[in-house]
Protein backbone atom coordinates (compact mmCIF):
# COMPACT_ATOMS: atom_id res chain seq x y z
CA UNK A 1 0.00 0.00 0.00
CA UNK A 2 1.35 3.41 -0.98
CA UNK A 3 1.74 5.96 1.95
CA UNK A 4 0.25 9.03 -0.05
CA UNK A 5 -0.89 11.20 2.46
CA UNK A 6 2.91 11.14 3.99
CA UNK A 7 3.85 13.40 0.71
CA UNK A 8 1.28 15.69 0.81
CA UNK A 9 3.32 18.32 0.80
CA UNK A 10 5.33 17.93 -2.19
CA UNK A 11 1.47 17.42 -3.66
CA UNK A 12 0.91 21.06 -2.37
CA UNK A 13 4.25 22.26 -3.84
CA UNK A 14 3.03 20.93 -7.28
CA UNK A 15 0.19 22.31 -6.81
CA UNK A 16 0.80 25.78 -5.63
CA UNK A 17 3.51 26.62 -8.02
CA UNK A 18 1.08 26.11 -10.84
CA UNK A 19 -1.75 28.20 -9.21
CA UNK A 20 0.71 30.65 -8.43
CA UNK A 21 1.69 30.63 -12.18
CA UNK A 22 -1.90 30.86 -13.04
CA UNK A 23 -2.39 33.60 -11.20
CA UNK A 24 1.06 35.28 -12.41
CA UNK A 25 -0.24 34.10 -16.11
CA UNK A 26 -3.76 35.78 -15.62
CA UNK A 27 -2.64 39.25 -13.92
CA UNK A 28 0.02 39.68 -16.74
CA UNK A 29 -1.76 38.48 -19.97
CA UNK A 30 -5.11 38.33 -18.92
CA UNK A 31 -7.53 35.63 -21.23
CA UNK A 32 -7.90 36.56 -25.31
CA UNK A 33 -11.82 36.77 -25.60
CA UNK A 34 -13.32 35.63 -28.64
CA UNK A 35 -16.32 37.38 -30.05
CA UNK A 36 -18.60 35.93 -27.66
CA UNK A 37 -17.34 38.04 -25.25
CA UNK A 38 -16.05 40.99 -27.27
CA UNK A 39 -18.55 41.46 -29.67
CA UNK A 40 -17.69 41.54 -33.39
CA UNK A 41 -18.26 39.64 -36.81
CA UNK A 42 -18.11 35.70 -37.75
CA UNK A 43 -18.27 34.78 -41.21
CA UNK A 44 -17.48 31.79 -42.53
CA UNK A 45 -16.46 31.59 -46.71
CA UNK A 46 -15.83 28.50 -48.90
CA UNK A 47 -13.75 28.40 -51.69
CA UNK A 48 -14.94 25.83 -54.41
CA UNK A 49 -12.48 25.82 -56.88
CA UNK A 50 -9.31 27.07 -56.10
CA UNK A 51 -7.08 26.71 -52.61
CA UNK A 52 -6.88 29.43 -50.76
CA UNK A 53 -4.53 29.98 -48.02
CA UNK A 54 -5.62 32.01 -44.82
CA UNK A 55 -2.55 34.34 -45.04
CA UNK A 56 -4.61 35.73 -48.34
CA UNK A 57 -7.52 36.00 -46.54
CA UNK A 58 -6.06 38.23 -44.03
CA UNK A 59 -4.02 40.54 -46.40
CA UNK A 60 -7.41 40.97 -48.29
CA UNK A 61 -8.84 42.39 -44.70
CA UNK A 62 -5.97 44.56 -44.18
CA UNK A 63 -6.82 46.43 -46.84
CA UNK A 64 -10.08 47.59 -45.93
CA UNK A 65 -8.76 48.16 -42.72
CA UNK A 66 -9.47 44.95 -40.53
CA UNK A 67 -6.03 44.35 -38.76
CA UNK A 68 -7.18 42.06 -35.71
CA UNK A 69 -8.64 39.57 -38.01
CA UNK A 70 -8.52 35.60 -36.77
CA UNK A 71 -8.89 33.64 -39.60
CA UNK A 72 -8.77 29.50 -38.62
CA UNK A 73 -9.02 26.96 -41.63
CA UNK A 74 -11.82 24.45 -41.27
CA UNK A 75 -13.14 21.61 -43.17
CA UNK A 76 -13.94 21.93 -47.27
CA UNK A 77 -11.38 24.57 -48.00
CA UNK A 78 -13.62 26.42 -45.57
CA UNK A 79 -12.80 29.42 -43.37
CA UNK A 80 -13.57 31.10 -40.22
CA UNK A 81 -12.71 34.84 -39.98
CA UNK A 82 -13.38 36.44 -36.92
CA UNK A 83 -12.66 40.37 -36.31
CA UNK A 84 -14.10 42.81 -33.55
CA UNK A 85 -16.09 45.24 -35.96
CA UNK A 86 -20.63 44.53 -36.29
CA UNK A 87 -20.14 47.46 -38.60
CA UNK A 88 -22.99 46.39 -41.64
CA UNK A 89 -21.37 48.41 -44.16
CA UNK A 90 -17.77 47.62 -43.01
CA UNK A 91 -18.85 43.82 -43.62
CA UNK A 92 -20.21 44.30 -47.04
CA UNK A 93 -16.83 45.81 -47.53
CA UNK A 94 -14.94 42.76 -46.20
CA UNK A 95 -17.51 40.75 -48.80
CA UNK A 96 -16.51 42.61 -51.67
CA UNK A 97 -12.91 43.06 -51.47
CA UNK A 98 -13.01 39.10 -50.66
CA UNK A 99 -15.08 38.63 -53.84
CA UNK A 100 -12.72 41.05 -55.76
CA UNK A 101 -9.56 38.93 -54.99
CA UNK A 102 -11.43 35.53 -54.62
CA UNK A 103 -13.69 35.34 -57.33
CA UNK A 104 -14.67 32.18 -56.51
CA UNK A 105 -15.18 32.34 -52.72
CA UNK A 106 -18.94 31.98 -51.08
CA UNK A 107 -20.14 33.51 -48.30
CA UNK A 108 -21.65 30.89 -46.10
CA UNK A 109 -22.53 32.19 -42.87
CA UNK A 110 -22.57 35.58 -41.42
CA UNK A 111 -23.06 36.33 -37.34
CA UNK A 112 -23.06 39.43 -35.39
CA UNK A 113 -22.58 39.46 -32.02
CA UNK A 114 -23.31 42.71 -30.22
CA UNK A 115 -21.40 44.52 -27.25
CA UNK A 116 -24.50 44.27 -25.50
CA UNK A 117 -24.55 40.58 -25.17
CA UNK A 118 -21.07 39.82 -24.63
CA UNK A 119 -21.12 42.03 -21.60
CA UNK A 120 -24.37 40.33 -20.27
CA UNK A 121 -22.58 36.50 -21.04
CA UNK A 122 -19.29 37.12 -18.83
CA UNK A 123 -21.71 37.87 -15.66
CA UNK A 124 -23.56 35.20 -16.17
CA UNK A 125 -20.52 32.88 -17.08
CA UNK A 126 -19.26 33.93 -13.25
CA UNK A 127 -22.54 33.47 -12.05
CA UNK A 128 -23.18 29.93 -13.40
CA UNK A 129 -19.32 28.77 -12.03
CA UNK A 130 -20.00 30.32 -8.66
CA UNK A 131 -23.27 28.41 -8.25
CA UNK A 132 -22.29 25.41 -9.52
CA UNK A 133 -19.27 25.51 -6.64
CA UNK A 134 -21.23 26.81 -3.89
CA UNK A 135 -24.02 24.09 -5.12
CA UNK A 136 -21.53 21.29 -4.53
CA UNK A 137 -20.05 22.60 -1.77
CA UNK A 138 -23.76 22.29 0.45
CA UNK A 139 -24.75 18.59 -1.40
CA UNK A 140 -21.18 17.19 -0.44
CA UNK A 141 -21.59 18.92 3.28
CA UNK A 142 -25.23 17.09 3.32
CA UNK A 143 -24.24 13.83 1.56
CA UNK A 144 -21.71 13.36 4.41
CA UNK A 145 -23.80 14.49 7.63
CA UNK A 146 -23.08 11.12 9.00
CA UNK A 147 -19.59 11.44 9.27
CA UNK A 148 -19.30 14.12 11.05
CA UNK A 149 -16.37 12.62 13.13
CA UNK A 150 -13.38 12.97 13.68
CA UNK A 151 -13.75 15.71 10.83
CA UNK A 152 -16.95 17.74 10.41
CA UNK A 153 -19.41 17.33 7.61
CA UNK A 154 -18.82 20.74 6.17
CA UNK A 155 -14.94 20.37 6.03
CA UNK A 156 -15.29 17.65 3.03
CA UNK A 157 -17.56 20.32 1.23
CA UNK A 158 -14.67 23.16 1.63
CA UNK A 159 -11.80 20.49 0.34
CA UNK A 160 -13.71 19.43 -2.63
CA UNK A 161 -14.27 23.34 -3.02
CA UNK A 162 -10.75 23.61 -3.15
CA UNK A 163 -9.58 21.16 -5.16
CA UNK A 164 -12.03 22.04 -7.97
CA UNK A 165 -11.12 26.04 -7.60
CA UNK A 166 -7.36 24.69 -7.90
CA UNK A 167 -8.65 22.85 -11.31
CA UNK A 168 -10.22 26.01 -12.71
CA UNK A 169 -7.89 28.09 -12.14
CA UNK A 170 -4.50 26.19 -13.96
CA UNK A 171 -7.26 25.63 -17.05
CA UNK A 172 -7.58 28.79 -17.04
CA UNK A 173 -3.85 29.60 -16.24
CA UNK A 174 -3.31 27.52 -19.63
CA UNK A 175 -5.75 29.39 -21.48
CA UNK A 176 -4.23 32.54 -20.72
CA UNK A 177 -0.54 31.31 -21.67
CA UNK A 178 -1.72 29.88 -24.97
CA UNK A 179 -3.58 32.84 -25.87
CA UNK A 180 -0.45 35.02 -25.27
CA UNK A 181 2.05 32.94 -26.91
CA UNK A 182 -0.71 30.99 -29.51
CA UNK A 183 -2.93 33.79 -29.93
CA UNK A 184 -5.70 30.96 -28.51
CA UNK A 185 -9.11 32.71 -27.75
CA UNK A 186 -12.05 31.15 -25.39
CA UNK A 187 -15.50 31.68 -26.15
CA UNK A 188 -19.01 30.22 -24.71
CA UNK A 189 -17.84 26.86 -25.43
CA UNK A 190 -14.61 27.66 -22.97
CA UNK A 191 -17.66 28.37 -20.08
CA UNK A 192 -19.17 25.17 -20.63
CA UNK A 193 -16.01 23.52 -20.52
CA UNK A 194 -15.09 24.47 -17.24
CA UNK A 195 -18.83 23.45 -16.20
CA UNK A 196 -17.86 19.94 -17.39
CA UNK A 197 -14.34 19.82 -15.25
CA UNK A 198 -16.46 20.59 -12.50
CA UNK A 199 -18.89 17.65 -12.50
CA UNK A 200 -16.10 15.43 -13.64
CA UNK A 201 -13.69 16.65 -11.12
CA UNK A 202 -16.05 16.41 -8.23
CA UNK A 203 -17.65 13.23 -9.44
CA UNK A 204 -14.11 12.20 -8.25
CA UNK A 205 -13.63 13.58 -5.18
CA UNK A 206 -17.16 12.10 -4.13
CA UNK A 207 -15.75 8.53 -4.80
CA UNK A 208 -12.74 8.79 -2.61
CA UNK A 209 -15.00 10.90 0.02
CA UNK A 210 -17.53 8.13 0.10
CA UNK A 211 -14.99 5.01 0.53
CA UNK A 212 -13.45 7.72 3.59
CA UNK A 213 -17.17 7.23 4.74
CA UNK A 214 -17.00 3.49 4.48
CA UNK A 215 -13.89 3.39 5.74
CA UNK A 216 -14.97 5.37 9.06
CA UNK A 217 -17.93 3.67 9.53
CA UNK A 218 -16.74 0.63 9.45
CA UNK A 219 -13.49 1.39 11.07
CA UNK A 220 -12.12 0.86 14.83
CA UNK A 221 -12.31 4.20 16.79
CA UNK A 222 -8.46 3.63 17.40
CA UNK A 223 -8.08 4.06 13.91
CA UNK A 224 -5.86 7.26 12.93
CA UNK A 225 -7.70 9.49 10.37
CA UNK A 226 -4.56 9.67 7.61
CA UNK A 227 -4.51 6.27 7.83
CA UNK A 228 -8.14 5.78 7.17
CA UNK A 229 -8.15 8.31 4.60
CA UNK A 230 -4.80 6.60 2.92
CA UNK A 231 -6.44 3.02 2.98
CA UNK A 232 -9.30 4.61 1.23
CA UNK A 233 -6.94 7.04 -1.41
CA UNK A 234 -5.29 3.39 -2.14
CA UNK A 235 -8.58 1.77 -2.54
CA UNK A 236 -9.80 3.69 -4.99
CA UNK A 237 -7.03 5.58 -7.07
CA UNK A 238 -6.77 3.08 -9.95
CA UNK A 239 -10.45 2.85 -10.63
CA UNK A 240 -10.39 7.07 -10.75
CA UNK A 241 -7.34 6.95 -12.73
CA UNK A 242 -8.84 4.21 -15.72
CA UNK A 243 -11.97 5.73 -15.68
CA UNK A 244 -9.91 9.27 -16.23
CA UNK A 245 -8.03 7.55 -18.82
CA UNK A 246 -10.86 6.15 -21.11
CA UNK A 247 -11.77 10.11 -21.30
CA UNK A 248 -8.67 11.47 -21.76
CA UNK A 249 -8.04 8.70 -24.72
CA UNK A 250 -11.62 9.20 -26.32
CA UNK A 251 -10.96 13.39 -25.94
CA UNK A 252 -7.38 13.12 -27.70
CA UNK A 253 -9.13 11.71 -30.50
CA UNK A 254 -11.41 14.59 -30.68
CA UNK A 255 -8.83 16.89 -30.28
CA UNK A 256 -6.93 15.02 -33.05
CA UNK A 257 -9.35 14.10 -35.82
CA UNK A 258 -12.52 16.52 -34.51
CA UNK A 259 -13.20 19.61 -36.48
CA UNK A 260 -11.78 23.47 -35.32
CA UNK A 261 -15.18 24.62 -33.49
CA UNK A 262 -14.63 22.10 -30.93
CA UNK A 263 -10.51 21.82 -30.17
CA UNK A 264 -10.58 24.46 -27.53
CA UNK A 265 -13.33 22.97 -25.82
CA UNK A 266 -11.93 19.50 -25.91
CA UNK A 267 -8.29 20.99 -25.02
CA UNK A 268 -9.90 22.89 -22.06
CA UNK A 269 -11.51 19.63 -20.96
CA UNK A 270 -8.26 17.88 -21.41
CA UNK A 271 -6.41 19.87 -19.32
CA UNK A 272 -9.27 20.12 -16.75
CA UNK A 273 -10.28 16.60 -16.34
CA UNK A 274 -6.46 15.79 -15.95
CA UNK A 275 -5.68 17.95 -12.94
CA UNK A 276 -9.04 17.04 -11.97
CA UNK A 277 -8.34 13.26 -11.34
CA UNK A 278 -5.01 14.61 -9.95
CA UNK A 279 -6.60 17.08 -7.40
CA UNK A 280 -9.02 13.93 -6.51
CA UNK A 281 -6.15 12.06 -5.41
CA UNK A 282 -3.49 14.44 -4.16
CA UNK A 283 -4.98 17.41 -2.92
CA UNK A 284 -8.71 16.86 -1.82
CA UNK A 285 -8.22 14.01 0.40
CA UNK A 286 -5.02 15.42 1.93
CA UNK A 287 -6.47 18.67 3.36
CA UNK A 288 -8.94 16.60 5.16
CA UNK A 289 -6.31 14.59 7.28
CA UNK A 290 -4.20 17.51 7.61
CA UNK A 291 -7.52 19.41 9.03
CA UNK A 292 -7.77 16.52 11.16
CA UNK A 293 -4.25 16.90 12.58
CA UNK A 294 -4.64 20.93 13.19
CA UNK A 295 -7.92 19.92 15.15
CA UNK A 296 -5.93 17.62 17.37
CA UNK A 297 -3.08 20.06 18.21
CA UNK A 298 -5.53 22.67 19.32
Do not use: C
Amino acid sequence: MYNIISKRKYFYVFSGTLVILSIISLSAWGLKYGLDFTGGTLMEVKSEKSKVESGELKNALKEVGIEDAVVTPAQNNSFLIRYGNSDEEKNKAVLAKLKEKFPEIQNTRLDYIGPSISSELKKKAIWALGIAIIGIALYIAYAFRKVSRPVESWKYGVGAVVALVHDVLITVGAFSILGHFLNLEIDSTFIAALLTILGFSVHDTIVVYDRTRENLLRGSARDEFDETVNRSLNETMARSINTSLTVIVTLLAIFVFGGESIKNFTLALLIGITFGTYSSIFVASALMADWWKAQNRN
